[in-house]
């Protein structure tokens, strides 16, 4: 079964860049699928970061579009999240996910467990 | 973008109970809705898909109806595991969004 998990510092710097990394086991990430990145404010909902293909094809939300650059490494069966000039307001429990929805209109069907991120001097 | 509106954004119940928890969308998104469960320290699970396609795995204590912009969550039968919160997200049209969130508690 496909599992997946978060990595990367858990505190950045206000203005530096947020970089976290999927680990991806029991299923190839050059597979058909996508592979999101999903945020969760303290106390808030889900906010989806956008979705990236091994074909380099890539879905973002506009709200963090001009600030997110998404990587995929098929070696090392991983992807990857960069995330600059950051403020408080990134601060969230990060998520990443296989995205079925975007080849086969079904859901974001498994998650890694989320890794804290606070941004903070 | 899309909005998703869920009520109530908690509820307490009891063991057995029936519950039903409610998801809008701003405009209609045919069938293109998940629910999804929530526990502290643990992966996100997918529970419903495509609105009513109940997740291998899943209980048949759970199940998805609704079409167009009105869509429910219902629990027949509330188990222990069950206390979580659950979140819809719609799947019509990127940026895919999602409700909230209802959390179930203990009553």
């Known amino acids: 079964q496909v599992q997946l998990q978060e990595s990367g510092p858990g505190l950045v710097n206000p203005s530096e860049t947020l970089s976290l990394t999927c680990s991806v086991t029991?299923?190839?990430?050059?597979?058909?699928?996508?592979w999101a990145w999903i945020r969760q404010p303290p106390g808030k909902g889900l906010e989806w970061i956008g979705s990236?293909?091994?074909?380099?094809?890539?879905y973002y939300n506009p709200s963090l579009k001009s600030r997110i650059t998404f990587s995929l490494d098929t070696s090392n069966n991983q992807f990857s999240l960069n995330l600059i000039s950051v403020t408080a307001a990134d601060s969230a429990l990060y998520y990443c996910?296989?995205?079925?929805?975007?080849?086969?209109?079904?859901?974001?069907?498994?998650w890694g467990q989320g890794t804290l991120v606070t941004v903070s001097s | 973008d899309i909005q998703m509106t869920q009520s109530p954004s908690s509820l307490s119940a009891s063991v057995g109970d029936r519950i039903t928890i409610t998801c809008r969308a701003s405009q209609s998104i045919g069938t293109d809705l998940n629910w999804y469960q929530q526990t502290p320290g643990k992966a996100p699970k997918v529970l419903i898909s495509?609105?009513?396609s109940l997740q291998s795995g899943v209980p048949s204590r759970f199940s998805g109806s609704g079409s167009g912009t009105d869509f429910t969550l219902t629990i027949s039968s509330l188990q222990p595991e069950d206390f979580a919160t659950y979140c819809c997200q719609q799947s019509y049209s990127t940026p895919w969004t999602f409700g909230q969130g209802t959390k179930v508690e203990i009553k």
């Open positions: 996910a296989r995205d079925t929805t975007l080849a086969y209109k079904g859901p974001l069907d498994s």
């Open positions: 029991g299923y190839s990430v050059s597979s058909d699928y996508y």
């Open positions: 990236v293909h091994h074909s380099g094809k890539t």
């Open positions: 495509a609105a009513s």
